[in-house]
């Protein structure tokens, strides 16, 4: 069983910085794709960051240049680090995993964590 744990939420000032961590139970080199996605109230889910098997990642318009995605296979564990945080990056944040079994794609996600930018 697949367990994601993210962590490292909290209460920030804008213009602030955050690192959140997505700890997986199981070893992330199995992914084809980890993300950090995000939901504000009344809001739809959105994909803040994604980081693909090779390497490459992918960031939402109104996060980039500010956040970035990184991984670590030997903790097999995913980060979010988000610098210039302003109030409309307040919702809370999920790490995601996909894994490709069989031609079918199981998703995987964790429990949230929230982030609250506010002075």
């Known amino acids: 069983q697949v367990q994601l744990v993210e962590s490292g939420g909290g209460l920030v000032q804008p213009g602030g910085s955050l690192r959140l961590s997505c700890t997986c139970s199981t070893g992330i080199f199995r992914f084809y794709f980890m993300g950090w996605y995000r939901q504000a109230p009344g809001k739809q889910r959105e994909l803040v960051a994604s980081?693909?098997?090779?390497?490459?990642?992918n960031y939402g318009d109104s996060v980039k240049g500010r956040f970035t995605i990184s991984r670590d296979y030997a903790e097999n564990m995913v980060y979010l680090q988000m610098n210039s945080l302003e109030a409309e990056d307040t919702a809370i944040y999920y790490c995601n995993a996909l894994h490709a079994v069989n031609g079918d794609v199981v998703a995987y996600w964790g429990q949230g964590t929230q982030v609250t930018v506010s002075s």
């Open positions: 980081i693909a098997a090779g390497g490459s990642t």
